[in-house]
């Protein structure tokens, strides 16, 4: 109580009722927003999960739902569903957080099928997952601007995804037409179920091939699809582990290095550097390249790879994998070695795009002329916007608002 | 600190609850979609109390969030540790006692002290001469009540279309600080507690069974169930609303157009004088203001607690003796305290949007589960009655000028309750009301809360009288059973519906929130009012003020003397009523004076038909 310095000039009124500028209900800007979104999925998520595993635990089901008639078939069918589409939503979840448009439209037709369940069943524990999704759809459709970046899969990835999509068609499509010659095949749903046990090399043995023909073609399957099946695990599965590894362990392994693909390339560490960093964010792989470990060991703690050595030589360039990197920024802290570091670049990649910061902006053109795509001045661009606020024609704020959204 | 920013206190209050209420959340949330397998092994008690601690918790942590404002102040501050040990005991009670008000803060106290020995020492005489006492005021001065009310609805509605109501508050230039919802949940979850909650399926009923002398009608009939539902309207609805503004409007007009201080005695400024407030007259009605509020409130909090215990044992057989009483009282209290403390704009501000969210909600999951046209049917024809039947209701008493048993104990003791609660809401209202025109006062004082309740009151009121009727469950019997007491006429209501188990979940959360939501305020209009009047209340003071006001509760539920206290609070409402009456006379001779010239609703809506393009001066 002793905080409370009497002030007599302030009345009551003023100090307990009227101290801040205005004042809201609800701060609309803090539960509306894109990560608002994200999160009621990921509650409708859990929530589908436990209601799932409630109605799944219940000894009598009770089905007094409005959509209890219109279920076609065995509506205990239904109770896996919530279970099921959580894991289905948690995966979305995963990529709504990294604004994926694609799982911004998967989610959109998820979300009201997870809403079948409680629809039918309507006991008093479905009640909150109505709920939730009742909030969250309308959310998402609001939020939809921020969601707008694409899948972005290597031509690896995409190759052994399409590739098991297309041997599990052939596998099913050939196994059903040589139904005759199965053992225990006889429906599409066996055919299905087949090929995966097969591709997944887990091969229970209640169908087989029974004729040369359909043993011809089941190798045709074991060869191809399980071929796929662990490529496509190699390719999506792999880098995200490679990821983890490189963050727990801090500078990548040449090894690892070899694996980077698109990368951007930062040579030199500035006072720059941290809030490049930040707009480049952790959609792109970044590998920043400086000879001085004390400085180093900041970004490192960013999660970033680091390559110890002097930007300057071919070899650490090399080491960084330039010949595959999407974009290069150059920004030592002295300009002179900025020009050493270009000549260098281009030197290892011609095609790259390489931009550069000049501390000096004298300096602009002959950076430009050593082989730099672009250069910017970063005290020049300061200056300029620090003139135009001050001016009122334009607030800095407002020139990083379109790139929030287009990052 | 709360007033100030973040303390020490208050981050270690944030670091425990936190936790806390995920914890117990976790439990009550696997209890809840796991019936049988976890319900079984944890005995009825433990879920009470874990279901309460994981609500009160994520009140508490709510309240002690920080504002958006906060977040950039320095998180460490060094002063603090240094206070400490600058602050002794004695120091610190020095300091404290020298901000009070020494008659608005010392009465009081001591009042309430002898009170409670003399209830102790005497408990039959006590009891005897305050029953008495309220009895002869609920029958004799019934008229005074009536009257007072009927004058308060006049002068309100005249306020919302009449000239005076374009009176911008803190003149014409004053933006209103806080947003329309804002102000309005703010204030409706003030003025209204538990009440709502336990009435709404319950008054209707005892009207059904014992109809009132004004309509005539057999009990439980056809004809008294209309009657019910008309007179629970009447007793809900807009004349009980009316009695906030009246105290509400004369403070908000000299706090902000004259420059008075925020009290209840700022009513009195027009017959003393803006500059005299200070004399024993003010002192005297602050210091009622308190009696009102601390007797009101803190009876309420005991009321509460005892129904919803005795609501709980109806509906799970889970006994609870005052030991459990005075925990819940306890606990509650802790929650109010904390959001007392951390201000309008935290606690106080996210607790009547929780409330108000929870009642909408409760609200659309029922209309969504109720038997809609028997509702529509009753509701239609209520309304339709109400119309007809409001004038002649407000005017009648039974037997002339003295009310029959009938009106005294219903009609009369309800508006005796709502004038003691009217100091701190109508202070309250005045308190939020800058940069407002008096007619958004009214307006949110008066119309859209009697809308809320009596859109509630039908609702829940119509169904359990279609329920009972139809013979679906006998509500009047569980009742009975229960002792005749309201507080368990919900549950068998909802239980019958569909997701009833959901709906007595959300039934008697918002039994927690309402009650919270009124204490917190009542704390801090308690705290304004004792503090002396050139300082704003200390944290210590509102922590104080809530701390006294659960004690009285705790003290009412161990000396078992609600009724007394009640009948206390009843009395208190007696003086405020004449307050109400002074008050509204002040005010209408101060606008008379002041505020000549302006337009009605009626003279502005002409002046715009006739193409009246000059400035209406407004």
């Given amino acids: 109580m002793g905080a409370d310095t009497p002030d007599p000039s302030e009345p009551a009124l003023e100090r307990l009722f009227y101290r801040s500028e205005r004042v809201r209900l609800v701060y609309w800007g803090e539960f509306s927003g894109a990560k608002a979104a994200v999160w009621l999925t990921g509650l409708a998520a859990v929530l589908s999960f436990i209601t799932g595993l409630s109605n799944l635990s219940q000894p009598e089901p009770a089905f007094d739902g409005p959509l209890a008639a219109a279920i076609p078939g065995d509506p205990v069918f239904l109770q896996f569903t919530g279970v099921l589409l959580a894991f289905v939503l948690g995966i979305l979840v995963f990529g709504l957080q990294r604004r994926r448009r694609i799982a911004w439209y998967l989610a959109l037709a998820v979300l009201p099928l997870a809403a079948v369940l409680p629809l039918t069943t309507l006991q008093a524990t479905d009640v909150p997952l109505l709920l939730v999704i009742l909030l969250a759809l309308p959310l998402l459709l609001v939020n939809r601007a921020a969601f707008d970046r694409p899948l972005e899969l290597t031509s690896l990835q995409i190759a052994s995804l399409s590739s098991i999509v297309g041997v599990g068609l052939y596998g099913t499509a050939g196994s059903y037409a040589l139904r005759d010659q199965f053992g225990g095949l006889e429906t599409w749903s066996d055919s299905v179920y087949y090929v995966i046990v097969t591709i997944a090399t887990v091969g229970y043995g209640d169908i087989t091939p029974l004729t040369t023909g359909a043993k011809w073609f089941s190798l045709s399957v074991i060869v191809f699809g399980t071929g796929a099946f662990t490529v496509a695990i190699g390719a999506l599965i792999v880098p995200a582990i490679e990821k983890r590894m490189a963050a727990a362990f801090g500078t990548m392994t040449p090894t690892e290095l070899t694996l980077l693909e698109d990368h951007v390339l930062v040579l030199g560490y500035d006072d720059i550097t941290e809030p490049l960093l930040d707009e480049l964010g952790i959609e792109v792989d970044v590998v920043v390249v400086a000879p001085d470990t004390d400085e180093t060991d900041e970004v490192d703690a960013r999660n970033v790879t680091v390559v110890a050595g002097d930007p300057t030589l071919a070899d650490t360039l090399e080491e960084a994998r330039i010949d595959d990197a999407a974009g290069v920024v150059v920004a030592t802290q002295d300009d002179a070695t900025d020009v050493l570091t270009v000549l260098a670049a281009r030197e290892a990649n011609q095609a790259v795009r390489i931009v550069a910061a000049a501390n000096d902006r004298e300096h602009v053109d002959k950076l430009e002329a050593v082989g730099a795509d672009e250069v910017i001045s970063p005290m020049e661009i300061g200056g300029r916007l620090l003139g135009r606020s001050v001016l009122g024609r334009s607030s800095a704020d407002s020139l990083f608002e379109d790139t929030d959204g287009g990052g | ?618």
């Avoid at chain 2, 329309?180 to 319950?202: D, E, L």
């Avoid at chain 2, 606008?591 to 001066?617: N, P």
Wanted: contains cysteine; aromatic residues 12%; proline residues 5%.
């Fill in chain 2, 1 to 618: 600190m709360g007033l100030q920013g973040v303390g020490p206190i208050e981050r270690m209050l944030r670091t425990l609850l936190g936790p806390l209420c995920l914890l117990s959340g976790a439990v009550v949330t696997a209890g809840f979609f796991f019936p049988e397998l976890v319900v079984e092994p944890v005995s009825g008690p433990t879920w009470l109390v874990l279901s309460l601690v994981f609500f009160g918790s994520g009140l508490g942590y709510l309240a002690v969030l920080p504002a958006e404002s906060d977040e950039d102040a320095d998180p460490f501050d060094p002063e603090s540790l240094l206070l400490v040990r600058r602050l002794g005991l004695t120091d610190t009670l020095g300091k404290f006692l020298s901000r009070q008000d020494p008659i608005a803060f010392g009465i009081p106290v001591v009042a309430f002290v002898l009170f409670f020995f003399g209830q102790l020492l005497v408990p039959a005489e006590t009891i005897r001469a305050v029953d008495a006492a309220q009895r002869a005021v609920t029958t004799y001065g019934g008229w005074l009540f009536a009257a007072v009310m009927a004058i308060a609805v006049l002068v309100s509605l005249y306020l919302l279309v009449g000239p005076w109501g374009t009176v911008k508050l803190g003149g014409p230039d004053a933006e209103p600080a806080y947003t329309y919802p804002v102000y309005f949940a703010m204030f409706f979850t003030a003025g209204i507690a538990a009440g709502i909650v336990f009435w709404a399926p319950a008054e209707a009923l005892f009207h059904y069974e014992t109809p009132p002398p004004y309509f005539g009608v057999e009990p439980r009939s056809e004809a008294a169930a209309g009657a019910a539902l008309t007179y629970t309207l009447f007793h809900w609805g807009i004349s009980a609303w009316s009695a906030y503004v009246a105290v509400g409007v004369p403070i908000a007009y000299y706090v902000y157009q004259r420059g008075a201080p925020l009290r209840v005695s700022t009513i009195l400024a027009p017959f003393l004088g803006v500059a005299n407030l200070d004399s024993i007259w003010c002192r005297l009605v602050d210091l009622l203001a308190v009696f009102a509020t601390i007797g009101g409130i803190a009876t309420s909090i005991a009321l509460v607690g005892d129904q919803f215990l005795a609501g709980i044992e109806f509906q799970w057989g889970v006994a609870s003796d005052t030991v459990g009483s005075v925990l819940f009282v306890a606990g509650l209290t802790f929650v109010f305290v904390v959001s007392a403390q951390s201000g309008v704009h935290r606690g106080i501000r996210r607790i009547a949007a929780v409330t108000l969210v929870l009642f909408g909600l409760f609200a659309v999951l029922f209309v969504a589960v109720a038997p809609r046209t028997a509702v529509l049917e009753y509701s239609s024809r209520a309304i339709g009655s109400s119309a007809v039947h409001a004038i002649p209701m407000s005017v009648y008493l039974g037997n002339g000028p003295i009310a029959s048993a009938w009106v005294a104990d219903w009609t009369i003791w309800n508006w005796a309750w709502w004038f003691s609660w009217a100091p701190f809401a109508g202070l309250f209202l005045a308190a939020l009301s800058r940069g407002r025109r008096i007619r958004t006062v009214v307006l949110t004082g008066v119309i859209a809360p009697s809308l809320a309740t009596m859109a509630w009151f039908l609702l829940l009121g119509s169904t359990s009288l279609h329920l009972q009727q139809t013979g679906t469950v006998d509500v009047l019997g569980a009742i009975g059973a229960a002792g005749g007491s309201e507080a368990v006429a919900g549950f068998p209501v909802l239980e019958s519906l569909p997701i009833g188990q959901l709906l007595v979940f959300g039934f008697l959360a918002l039994i927690v929130v309402f009650m919270t939501s009124s204490a917190d305020t009542s704390t801090l209009a308690v705290a304004v009012l004792a503090t002396k009047r050139e300082f704003a209340p200390t944290t210590g003071a509102i922590v104080f003020w809530g701390i006294i006001q659960g004690l009285v509760a705790v003290s009412v539920l161990v000396t078992d003397s609600a009724e007394v206290l009640q009948a206390t609070a009843v009395l208190t409402g007696a003086p405020f009523a004449l307050l109400v009456l002074v008050s509204l006379v002040g005010l209408v001779a101060a606008f008379r004076r002041h505020e000549r010239g302006r337009q009605s609703i009626v003279g502005a809506a002409r002046a715009k038909l006739a193409g009246d393009t000059e400035d209406e001066g407004g």
